[in-house]
T-cell receptor, first 118, second 112 residues
Framework: AQKITQTQPGMFVQEKEAVTLDCTYD???????LFWYKQPSSGEMIFLIY??????QNATEGRYSLNFQKARKSANLVISASQLGDSAMYFC???????????????FGKGITLSVRP | KAGVTQTPRYLIKTRGQQVTLSCSPI?????VSWYQQTPGQGLQFLFE???????NKGNFPGRFSGRQFSNSRSEMNVSTLELGDSALYLC???????????FGQGTRLTVV
């Protein structure tokens, strides 16, 4: 069964506007961690934001915020004030327990291509 | 803190050869995991090492192997290369109290 679902086709956004990238997940474990990564054409996977299932507040890192809806099992990434450099592939990933130490396996979605228009 | 360092960045190998990729994790991180990324299969987990022991393994043939040294640096080896092994190989370093995973720049392997 697919654990991370990213179904949006390529996304386009105008520079300086906000954009939401969707991610739904499936797990029966109450403890898990959700990650978002950015992958530009160079190939490097850049860590953006993390949300733990027990975190009280939605995660925020600069222009990135996570709209975490636990009951719906969704963890959508919101990028505010888009910049041309935000054009890249974006991946949602999940880590199941244990969340620290050994067993750091991540399960990834298929990714979403975001293009920022000037 | 230095990030995750993968070497080499690019490799071209011939079918049947073997290859070794290297990954130096963030200082203090003891967990290193490897992923293969291809356009068709996306990102797939290969294996994970923690304190020099393989703790987790993905669904890959035995031609794919790895090891971790006492300084947490890790190597992965692919023997008897096939055309389908052409991919971006990413290494992730994980540690700290939140267990966040940070990736290197990847090694792009082309098998001809």
């Amino acid at each position: 069964a697919q654990k991370i679902t990213q179904t949006q086709p390529g996304m386009f956004v105008q520079e300086k506007e906000a954009v939401t990238l969707d991610c739904t997940y499936d797990t029966s474990d109450p403890s898990y961690g959700l990650f978002w990564y950015k992958q530009p054409s160079s190939g490097e996977m850049i860590f953006l934001i993390y949300q733990g299932s027990y975190d009280q507040q939605n995660a925020t890192e600069g222009r990135y915020s996570l709209n975490f809806q636990k009951a719906r099992k969704s963890a959508n990434l919101v990028i505010s004030a888009s910049q041309l450099g935000d054009s890249a592939m974006y991946f949602c990933a999940m880590r199941e327990p244990p969340l620290t130490g050994a067993n750091s396996k991540l399960t990834f979605g298929k990714g979403i291509t975001l293009s920022v228009r000037p | 803190k230095a990030g995750v360092t993968q070497t080499p960045r690019y490799l071209i190998k011939t079918r049947g050869q073997q290859v070794t990729l290297s990954c130096s994790p963030i200082s203090g991180h003891r967990s290193v995991s490897w992923y293969q990324q291809t356009p068709g299969q996306g990102l797939q987990f290969l294996f994970e090492y923690f304190s020099e022991t393989q703790r987790n393994k993905g669904n890959f043939p035995g031609r794919f192997s790895g090891r971790q040294f006492s300084n947490s640096r890790s190597e992965m080896n692919v023997s008897t290369l096939e055309l389908g092994d052409s991919a971006l190989y990413l290494c992730a370093s994980s540690g700290g109290d939140r267990g966040w995973a940070f990736f290197g720049q990847g090694t792009r392997l082309t098998v001809v």
